[in-house]
């Protein structure tokens, strides 16, 4: 196996089984979620055909390692993480929004600074502004949480109140929330010679009390910058060198795929597939800070994936 990019699991009280773009996620008790992070990878909200090796292990373990690292700012959905591509958790009513937070004029929100817009999710933006230029203070601009398949929408917060996607007082929390949550990011990422430049999180209740759900500070759902590349090159307008996914999106762009209807995906070739494994483990092992110790992917892999499923699930 070079990747595994689907999951068929029945567990003891599986209640329901979910498939997102990358996660299989499996409901048990109508309480718990086992969350598998597998090797698909998105783009433009299309589901590659392949996967990408060892795509779903750096996920969680990053993951898992910043829900840990952020507990004391707000209390996350995670119990346990018993496998390198599996996180065990609550199961918590999301939020029908996800929260953007910008650090920089970059990726999307230039491809609309540029296009002449002045305004993102109803926040004004200045004049004069170049691409990956900081902006003044980090801005939270949400979307829609589409289902598979759709397109995520840009949404503004007085929009998301009017119309009671979320309610005035729970919005404005997942705001301090976000911010302080990216505030965190920024300082373990500086930490490592790195820059978070935007990222997206996830929320979610629990009875009355507000859950953090998901993934954290993943290359899925983060951009960094090289601190230093971007000291050195934001003077001169180059572009710094960055640890996301928008080196794939600018890749499909280059070949003429861009998620429109009607448009083929170029063929993804094993060294596309390899090139894109190697930034991933890139990304991990500087934002981690350790070599990335992959888990082989060998007869066994998907068995022992199950029994450690099934042990932790046996304790809850």
Same mark, same amino acid.
């Given at each position: 196996?070079?990747?595994?990019?689907?999951?068929?699991?029945?567990?003891?009280?599986?209640?329901?089984?979910?498939?997102?773009?990358?996660?299989?996620?499996?409901?048990?008790?109508?309480?718990?979620?086992?969350?598998?992070?597998?090797?698909?990878?998105?783009?433009?909200?299309?589901?590659?055909?392949?996967?990408?090796?060892?795509?779903?292990?750096?996920?969680?373990?990053?993951?898992?390692?910043?829900?840990?690292?952020?507990?004391?700012?707000?209390?996350?959905?995670?119990?346990?993480?018993?496998?390198?591509?599996?996180?065990?958790?609550?199961? $918590? %009513?999301?939020?029908?929004?996800?929260?953007?937070?910008?650090?920089?004029?970059?990726?999307?929100?230039?491809?609309?600074?540029?296009?002449?817009?002045?305004?993102?999710?109803?926040?004004?933006?200045?004049?004069?502004?170049?691409?990956?230029?900081?902006?003044? %203070?980090?801005?939270?601009?949400?979307?829609?949480?589409?289902?598979?398949?759709?397109?995520?929408?840009?949404?503004?917060?007085?929009?998301?109140?009017?119309?009671?996607?979320?309610?005035?007082?729970?919005?404005?929390?997942?705001?301090?929330?976000?911010?302080?949550?990216?505030?965190?990011?920024?300082?373990?990422?500086?930490?490592?010679?790195?820059?978070?430049?935007?990222? %997206?999180?996830?929320?979610?209740?629990?009875?009355?009390?507000?859950?953090?759900?998901?993934?954290?500070?993943?290359?899925?759902?983060?951009?960094?910058?090289?601190?230093?590349?971007?000291?050195?090159?934001?003077?001169?307008?180059?572009?710094?060198?960055?640890?996301?996914?928008?080196?794939?999106?600018?890749?499909?762009?280059?070949?003429?795929?861009?998620?429109?209807?009607?448009?083929?995906?170029?063929?993804?070739?094993?060294?596309?597939?390899?090139?894109?494994?190697?930034?991933?483990?890139?990304?991990?092992?500087?934002?981690?800070?350790?070599?990335?110790?992959?888990?082989?992917?060998?007869?066994?892999?998907?068995?022992?994936?199950?029994? $450690?499923? $099934?042990?932790?699930?046996?304790?809850?």
């Amino acid at each position: 196996m070079k990747s595994i990019i689907e999951t068929r699991f029945d567990f003891p009280g599986q209640t329901a089984k979910y498939t997102g773009k990358v996660r299989d996620v499996y409901t048990i008790d109508d309480r718990i979620l086992v969350m598998i992070a597998t090797d698909r990878i998105s783009a433009f909200d299309v589901v590659f055909p392949k996967g990408i090796t060892y795509k779903g292990q750096i996920l969680n373990k990053i993951a898992s390692r910043f829900l840990d690292d952020t507990a004391d700012i707000v209390p996350n959905w995670k119990i346990a993480s018993p496998h390198p591509m599996v996180t065990i958790g609550y199961k $918590c %009513k999301p939020f029908p929004v996800e929260m953007i937070v910008r650090g920089y004029l970059t990726g999307s929100s230039w491809r609309t600074y540029k296009s002449g817009a002045r305004t993102l999710c109803g926040i004004p933006l200045p004049e004069g502004m170049r691409e990956h230029e900081a902006f003044e %203070k980090p801005i939270v601009t949400p979307t829609t949480k589409a289902e598979i398949g759709a397109h995520d929408q840009d949404i503004s917060k007085d929009e998301i109140i009017r119309t009671g996607l979320v309610s005035r007082e729970d919005y404005e929390q997942l705001e301090k929330y976000a911010l302080a949550l990216f505030a965190r990011g920024q300082e373990i990422a500086a930490g490592k010679g790195l820059i978070l430049v935007d990222t %997206k999180y996830e929320f979610g209740k629990l009875g009355e009390k507000i859950y953090l759900i998901d993934e954290i500070h993943t290359p899925d759902s983060s951009r960094y910058f090289y601190a230093e590349d971007y000291k050195q090159n934001f003077p001169q307008s180059l572009p710094p060198r960055q640890l996301s996914k928008e080196f794939v999106r600018e890749w499909l762009m280059e070949n003429g795929f861009s998620g429109q209807q009607g448009q083929k995906m170029p063929l993804l070739t094993d060294q596309v597939i390899d090139n894109i494994s190697k930034r991933y483990i890139e990304l991990y092992e500087n934002i981690m800070g350790t070599a990335f110790e992959a888990t082989p992917y060998d007869d066994a892999f998907y068995e022992n994936m199950e029994a $450690c499923i $099934c042990n932790m699930l046996a304790r809850l």
